[in-house]
């Protein structure tokens, strides 16, 4: 497992915080690019930190940036082992936060975005304590060989009808998979956006994200001060 770091937002009530969010940025950039979802996820969530870690590798397809699997190899079982050790990065990063902040193993949800959100989708299907919810943007589910789930966690998927890197059918494809596993799936898809995120998709996590956190009792992932 690789040790991962990144910025941090948050809470915006000043308080400590009671809810983890982990933003997980797609194949090229860093956790910068996805942060600045904080101060405007925050106003649902004011008492959330947001997290969003840079990727584990050097972007392998140009010189800048960072990548969570490399993408040479195509083939269903290299992209399957690829998001699987992805997964194992982000998990422990996602755990070592939790225990930072001195949160419950379930005041966490987890969102990303193109390779970002394959990975969260691999890593919150498979993790031990589910995630109160998973949120993919213009990604896709790379394994679709799904653990038993006794307790799946609710997935938000948004998708540009225009995108034209990640098809949306890769997100329709996703919701069927799931739903047949029992996964209570929002799919949303955008007309005429590409590759990216817009107000609707910002607007529909913001909204997925205050419902998953809505049923977390008060004194549930306060920090402990023992």
């Known amino acids: ?5 990144g910025p ?14 982990v933003l997980v940025h797609g194949l090229g ?6 942060i600045d979802l904080g101060p405007q996820w925050g106003k649902a969530l004011p008492d959330a930190l947001f ?12 010189p800048f940036g960072r990548q969570w699997f490399d993408l040479w190899d195509r ?18 990063f996602v755990d070592a936060e939790r225990i930072r902040l001195g949160l419950s193993p379930d005041a966490v949800a987890l969102m990303g975005f193109s390779q970002g959100a394959m990975v969260c989708l691999h890593a919150g299907l498979r993790r031990a304590v589910p995630p109160r919810a998973i949120l993919g943007f213009a990604g896709a589910l790379l394994d679709p060989a799904l653990p038993a789930l006794a307790s799946p ?27 047949g596993a029992g996964v209570a799936v ?7 956006l590409g590759h990216g995120i817009d107000d609707t998709g910002l607007s ?15 004194e549930q992932g306060a920090p402990s001060h023992g």
Request: charged share 15%; proline share 11%.
């Open 204 to 218: 529909a996590g913001a909204l997925f994200l205050q419902r998953a956190f809505a049923e977390m009792p008060s």
């Open 29 to 34: 950039a860093d956790g910068h690019d996805l």
């Open 51 to 62: 997290a969003a870690p840079d990727g584990p590798e050097p972007n392998g397809s140009a």
């Open 1 to 5: 497992m690789r040790t991962l770091d």
């Open 186 to 192: 929002e799919l949303v898809t955008v007309p005429r």
């Open 153 to 179: 966690p609710p997935v938000l998927l948004v998708h540009g009808e225009a995108d034209q890197v990640v098809p949306p059918a890769a997100s329709r494809l996703a919701a069927q998979t799931l739903r």
């Open 75 to 92: 083939s269903q079982a290299e992209l399957a082992a690829g998001v699987a050790a992805a997964a194992v990065d982000l998990l422990g």
């Open 8 to 21: 941090r937002w948050g809470p915006a009530s000043g308080a400590a915080p009671r809810q983890l969010v």
